[in-house]
């Protein structure tokens, strides 16, 4: 799978929105970005994925480059409790394989989201 | 509960002794993976199951470490003649059928060899 780099960590004001970058410039053809963040204390939790096209749900939005070799995760308002270490994976989609759905976690990106 | 659901949450255990954790997935998810997280640091992969089988067993650091999933549901993490090494926090996540789906992660076993 795709190696990602994310920065160490981030700040962000409340209500802002938190804008989390990732460099997967090696990202194959039927690769997916996935994101997942930990908020202390917990398991990771999922937040979104994408192949191609932007996407946006509940949580967040995914925008990723036309060349997909970077993608951007943006919390509209980020909340205090939206402080977490967020995840950028890629994983491949195909059913072909046997680590079918193994995420390959990195260091992430430390969010801190200030008052 | 409808979520994963992992025990103890926290084992302290002596150095030498052997020790099972225990993950309850999601109902009728058939993809079954264990991770381990050392302070400060990602989760890293141990096992991947699919239904009773290990699909995956590449992750798990050396023969003192096995897991099981006998009726494809429940799996336990198994870990012989425990290491001051071993203690990390080990992560359970099930996901319907593996692949590219979200996955939902345990609340975790903090393990702490003395």
């Known amino acids: 799978d795709a190696k990602t780099t994310q920065p160490t960590s981030m700040d962000c004001a409340e209500g802002r929105a938190a804008n989390l970058p990732c460099n997967h410039s090696?990202?194959?053809?039927?690769?997916?970005v996935y994101w997942y963040r930990q908020i202390h204390s917990q398991g990771p939790q999922y937040i979104i994925h994408?192949?191609?096209n932007n996407e946006t749900n509940e949580m967040a939005s995914l925008i990723i480059t036309e060349d997909r070799k970077s993608s951007t995760l943006i919390l509209p308002h980020a909340t205090l409790r939206d402080t977490a270490v967020y995840y950028c994976?890629?994983?491949?989609?195909?059913?072909?394989?046997?680590?079918?759905?193994?995420?390959?976690f990195g260091q992430g990106t430390i969010l801190t989201v200030h008052p | 509960g409808a979520g994963v659901s992992q025990t103890p949450s926290n084992k302290v255990t002596e150095k030498g002794k052997y020790v099972e954790l225990r993950c309850d997935p999601i109902?009728?998810?058939?993809?079954l993976y264990w991770y381990r997280q050392s302070l400060g640091q990602g989760p890293e992969f141990l096992i991947y199951?699919?239904?009773?089988?290990?699909?995956?067993d590449s992750g798990l650091p050396n023969d003192r470490f096995f897991a099981v999933r006998p009726e494809g549901s429940v799996s336990t993490l198994k870990i012989q003649r425990t290491e001051r090494g071993d203690s990390a926090v080990y992560l359970c996540?099930?996901?319907?059928?593996?692949?590219?789906?979200?996955?939902?992660f345990g609340q975790g076993t903090r393990l702490t060899v003395v």
């Open positions: 994976i890629v994983m491949r989609s195909g059913a072909g394989g046997t680590s079918y759905g193994k995420l390959t």
């Open positions: 994408g192949l191609k």
């Open positions: 090696t990202i194959s053809g039927n690769e997916y």
């Open positions: 109902s009728g998810h058939t993809a």
């Open positions: 199951f699919q239904g009773t089988g290990a699909a995956d």
């Open positions: 996540a099930s996901s319907l059928k593996g692949g590219p789906t979200e996955a939902f």
